[in-house]
């Protein structure tokens, strides 16, 4: 299983590209930022008022559970409603903040075939293996850039 460093809710970002937005809009951005791990950018309407205010800037940061335990309740909800394009930003998510690693996202794909009924659990797998070869090639990606960095320049030869 992952090392368990996913009680993220105390560490904030203080990101510059939120300053001046009212306190509950700055602290629900940055949470997301945080649940997500990609950049967030501030919207309009409604639903997004409610989504970054209410779910990230009050539920995401309330004690008692850590983002692991909120992501793998998040997953097995999403995977019953048959959400997969919403367990297509979840998963990559848990795998990229390190709340979750391959084994674990495997082993929640068996529970859910069990569960859930093979097909479903498989559109599961489906997205699980798709998020690990994607991170399989970044990591390969960088590493190729590391080294072309430390190469000596044969033009300068």
Not at 95 to 115: F, M
Request: hydrophobic content about 35%; glycine content about 8%; overall charge negative.
């Amino acid at each position: 299983m992952a090392p368990d460093k996913s009680d993220r809710s105390d560490r904030s970002t203080k990101s510059e590209r939120f300053a001046g937005l009212p306190e509950a809009r700055r602290r629900g951005l940055e949470r997301m930022e945080q649940v997500y791990g990609f950049e967030m950018t501030d919207g309009t309407g409604d639903f997004f008022r409610y989504t970054v205010e209410h779910l990230f800037g009050d539920i995401w940061q309330r004690p008692g559970l850590t983002d692991r335990d909120r992501r793998l309740f998040l997953i097995g909800l999403l995977v019953g409603q048959r959400a997969n394009d919403v367990l297509g930003i979840q998963i990559p998510a848990a795998y990229a903040n390190d709340e979750l690693d391959a084994d674990a996202l495997r082993e929640l794909v068996i529970l859910a075939c069990h569960y859930d009924g093979w097909p479903n659990g498989s559109r599961m797998s489906a997205v699980v293996e798709d998020t690990i070869a994607k991170a399989k090639r970044a990591a390969a990606d960088r590493e190729e850039s590391t080294r072309d960095e430390g190469a000596p320049d044969p033009s300068k030869s």
